[in-house]
């Protein structure tokens, strides 16, 4: 399977435009260029720039064209462009083997690919034919990619509102406003409930992991409720960062999985997604239940389990089942979360 790319880095000076902004004949983007990087976009990948120049004349000619809101992370300098993609890497929070390159100049391409051997290049004649590779044809196009680009775009905002804030962390997460959606899963959130059981391992209570097919039943199934949340604040959007399936089980509401995106590990909202869940139940007449399997790097939910208040009811090895003993109201955390239904 080829593995596929989160983020193209492209070289500005005759690679993105004709001609050199320093020199005074940088010239409009290229036509192929603003198909590829539309195309890509749409498909949840990302775009930055590791290009040498100054960074306020690369910046200033991007948005003269009105194409600066779509790079991610911006790298313009004097030195090796294999550090500056390090950097992109880095602050994206992803690997260096999801990075592609493009770059006009051979040897620039030649000293990325010696330093950087994971990150894939290509040579401005392959611009044209970039978004029919494998590896740009993601399977699945989700809601979640189409708007993966403006997700980055926030936390780099809220990156820079954690730095200027004069307060505590505390204050600061109490600042951000943030707003909790639960919903029933529907048709188009499958994709992006597949993906989360996939890539969430920390913060997965059972290590469960469904495809598409297996929500979809259980969607459908009146013995099952799968839910959604989403996430945002005054930065902007988070996505869809949580699942939860749960079971009716007699009078019990058993939960078989509950799991939450790692981007918002630091912003606490696990225990108002738990909360939520227990109000459900409860208000359905039912005793909120859950049932907890450790895995090398899971332990961290069932503490979250246990501050929201649920008590072991049964231990079998490394199975657990827990059911709440505090009503909704008094499960503590969540006051920084506000749940919108």
Request: negative net charge.
């Amino acid at each position: 399977m080829v593995a596929m790319v989160k983020c193209l880095v492209w070289d500005l000076d005759d690679t993105i435009w004709p001609g050199v902004v320093l020199e005074s004949d940088g010239g409009i983007p290229k036509p192929e260029v603003l198909r590829a990087i539309r195309t890509l976009d749409e498909r949840g990948i990302l775009h930055a720039v590791a290009s040498r120049g100054e960074l306020s004349a690369a910046t200033a000619h991007l948005r003269r064209h009105g194409i600066e809101d779509v790079f991610s992370a911006v790298e313009v300098g004097w030195g090796p462009k294999s550090e500056a993609i390090r950097r992109i890497a880095e602050s994206l929070d992803i690997g260096r083997e999801t990075i592609a390159f493009v770059d006009n100049d051979p040897v620039e391409l030649a000293e990325v690919a010696t330093s950087c051997p994971e990150v894939r290049c290509y040579p401005v004649d392959r611009i044209p034919e970039l978004p029919n590779l494998p590896e740009f044809t993601p399977g699945t196009v989700t809601s979640e990619a189409r708007h993966r680009r403006s997700y980055y775009r926030a936390e780099r905002a809220r990156r820079v509102g954690a730095a200027e804030f004069a307060g505590s962390d505390a204050d600061f997460l109490a600042s951000l406003g943030l707003v909790m959606t639960v919903r029933a899963a529907s048709e188009e959130d499958l994709a992006r409930a597949n993906e989360l059981t996939v890539r969430t391992h920390q913060l997965n209570t059972t290590g469960v992991t469904f495809d598409i097919d297996e929500l979809r039943e259980l969607c459908a199934s009146p013995r099952h409720e799968v839910l959604v949340a989403s996430l945002r604040d005054r930065f902007g959007g988070y996505g869809t960062i949580g699942l939860a399936v749960s079971e009716i089980r007699g009078s019990d509401s058993v939960l078989l999985l509950l799991l939450m995106s790692c981007r918002v590990m630091s912003r606490g909202v696990g225990t108002a997604l738990i909360r939520e869940i227990v109000r459900r139940a409860r208000a359905a007449g039912r005793r909120p239940t859950a049932e907890f399997v450790a895995t090398p790097v899971n332990r961290v939910m069932l503490v979250t389990l246990r501050f929201a208040g649920f008590e072991v009811l049964e231990s079998d090895g490394d199975r657990v089942v827990l059911v709440c003993t505090v009503p909704p109201e008094d499960i503590s955390g969540t006051g920084h979360v506000e749940v919108a239904r």
